[in-house]
T-cell receptor
């Protein structure tokens, strides 16, 4: 059973470009989360999605950031007009109805490291 | 607003020694998690603590939870070099039912030296 798959693992963008990060949850998981980790910091919640629905986006910056989890295909975190402050590791996590109900445990991918020049 | 504080943030230990990492949180929560992260890698789930007085052990690591004191500890026994990593505690922001919104501490960077 493959884990949470993220790509690209590393992404370099110049200021003003767009960054797209992709996440395929574990098989059987319908809950997807995006977290951001700045250097030497803990992870910070950004958004929680289920298929075709955004459940909680309370941690998303109001501008330039968007997320989707379409009926088919991976979840996408999109950052438009990137700035240097967007440089971070972006982690995707997934969970199942059962895991959420029992323990709330999340399973994390290896992250996508964005560098903005 | 729920806040999670870990201490120490940096810990240098000698092999064979014992030490404890502390995790305090500011408001009521009923789920606490410990994760391990190696440099450039993902977060590996170590422990899930769901009730007051919960204690879990895996190898040289033991985690406990005191919900009344809003405190969790991660105790390391007879440290070995392989335990060198960053350890995060995280608390579920939703009391009474998880929505996957975890509040993380800043992490404790553990270095075990021979």
């Amino acid at each position: 059973n493959a884990g949470v798959m993220q790509n690209p693992r590393h992404l370099v963008r110049r200021r003003g470009q767009e960054a797209r990060l992709r996440c395929s949850p574990m098989k059987g998981h319908s809950h997807v989360y995006w977290y951001r980790q700045l250097p030497e910091e803990g992870l910070k919640f950004m958004v929680y999605l289920q298929k075709e629905n955004i459940i909680d986006e309370s941690g998303m910056p109001k501008e330039r950031f968007s997320a989707e989890f379409p009926k088919e295909g991976p979840s996408i975190l999109r950052i438009q007009q990137v700035v240097r402050g967007d440089s971070a590791a972006y982690f995707c996590a997934s969970s199942s109805n059962r895991a959420l109900g029992l323990t709330g445990e999340l399973f994390f991918g290896e992250g996508s490291r964005l560098t903005v020049l | 607003e729920l806040k999670v504080e870990q201490n120490p943030l940096f810990l240098s230990m000698q092999e064979g020694k014992n030490y404890t990492i502390y995790c305090n949180y500011s408001t009521t929560s009923d789920r606490l998690y410990w994760y391990r992260q190696d440099p450039g890698k993902s977060l590996e789930s170590l422990f899930v603590l769901l009730s007051n007085g919960a204690v879990k052990q895996e190898g040289r690591l033991m985690a406990s939870l005191d919900t009344k004191a809003r405190l969790s500890t991660l105790h390391i026994t007879a440290a070995v070099h392989d335990l060198s990593a960053t350890y995060f505690c995280a608390v579920d922001a939703n009391y009474g039912g998880s929505q996957g919104n975890l509040i993380f501490g800043k992490g404790t960077k553990l270095s075990v030296k021979p």
